[in-house]
């Protein structure tokens, strides 16, 4: 794969620690379980989205925007990490946010305003409503002499996704350089594109890594789907005919509770575990949930007692801070 000709921004901290978490699997009475630190990347306080705007942003610069649109929750990494990237190489960003203004901002939305972001609030649940509102306001950018950027929410685009193609070519140097062996690669997946990156690296490096998702949003289905339709057009992207099977692509959506963002008990337990375990902080809306999954499917015993697994620690903690009351025991 021909990386080396895309247009890129070195955004990300790299490499991201990988590391043994000892304690952990002696806790769970599992298998040996590692950790890819990607909430480590930096960029206003890190996550998976560096590494996908290493290649939104070079795409970006290389087209001459001088305004980056994007979309998300109210709460999105992605957008306040957008406002990061952009502000970092003098760019405008304009933030659509799906919601309701709050009375006070916290987390991820008080970052965003501390990054200087342009805030438009978008009060509907209806995700087209929002992708006209940012097309308009794109095409009003360019009728006033702008150069306007729009990135899909969650930088889940081909282009994007290309960074976790990258990130597997890193974790295999890694795993070589410590001699170590991993059997499964376990990640939570959103919209699909870093899930997809992932699975677009271990195929084309020829790495025999089973790689296992845990939905945090929507149906197995849903995500298996666009898993293989992102790896697919990122391998396009690159140069690369390939082919991905539903039949392929492992994906779990039995832990992600009452919905997108709404914590889950054993998600929040997973989170408090890795934490008095390992000192180590996920997140109430991604990785929490993901490790829920890994803690149930090692109760489950999906995984043989020599096998390795590694955990890949997307980000997303500054919605620790959300709700407060969510840690009062
Ligand atoms: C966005 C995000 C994900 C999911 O990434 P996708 O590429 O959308 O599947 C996982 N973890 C964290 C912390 C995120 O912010």
């Not at 946010?97 to 438009?120: F, H, M, S």
């Not at 008990?265 to 390992?278: D, F, W």
């Not at 490790?291 to 090692?298: P, V």
């Amino acid at each position: 794969m021909q990386i080396g000709k895309l247009p890129r921004k070195r955004i990300a901290a790299l490499p991201t620690p990988l590391h043994e978490l000892k304690r952990l699997s002696k806790e769970l009475d599992g298998p040996r379980i590692f950790i890819k630190r990607d909430d480590l990347t930096g960029l206003a306080f890190g996550g998976n989205k560096a590494r996908k705007l290493e290649f939104i942003l070079g795409d970006a610069i290389e087209k001459g925007a001088d305004t980056v649109l994007t979309t998300g929750a109210l709460q999105s990494n992605h957008v306040r990490m957008t406002a990061a990237a952009a502000t970092q190489f003098g760019l405008r960003a304009v933030l659509f946010l799906r919601g309701k203004e709050p009375v006070t901002y916290k987390a991820n939305l008080l970052l965003d305003r501390l990054l200087g972001a342009q805030i438009e609030f978008v009060d509907t649940d209806d995700r087209e409503e929002i992708v006209q509102r940012v097309e308009t306001a794109a095409e009003q950018l360019k009728q006033e002499g702008s150069n306007p950027y729009v990135i899909a929410g969650g930088g889940s685009t081909p282009v994007g996704c290309t960074g976790y193609y990258v990130a597997l070519t890193e974790v295999l140097t890694q795993v070589n350089e410590m001699g170590i062996h991993i059997d499964h690669l376990l990640l939570a997946s959103g919209g699909g594109g870093t899930h997809a990156g992932v699975v677009l690296g271990v195929t084309a490096l020829n790495f025999a890594l089973n790689v296992i998702g845990i939905s945090v949003s929507q149906s197995t289905d849903y995500v298996v789907e666009r898993v293989c339709r992102l790896a697919e057009e990122t391998a396009c992207n690159l140069g690369h005919r390939l082919k991905f099977l539903p039949a392929d692509i492992e994906v779990h959506d039995q832990y992600v509770g009452p919905g997108y963002a709404i914590p889950t008990p054993e998600g929040l337990a997973a989170i408090r575990l890795v934490a008095q375990t390992e000192g180590i902080l996920l997140d109430p809306v991604y990785t929490g949930k993901a490790m829920a999954g890994l803690i149930d499917l090692i109760a489950q015993q999906r995984f043989q007692r020599d096998e390795t697994v590694l955990f890949l620690h997307t980000g997303g903690t500054p919605a620790l801070f959300t709700d407060e009351t969510l840690w009062n025991r």
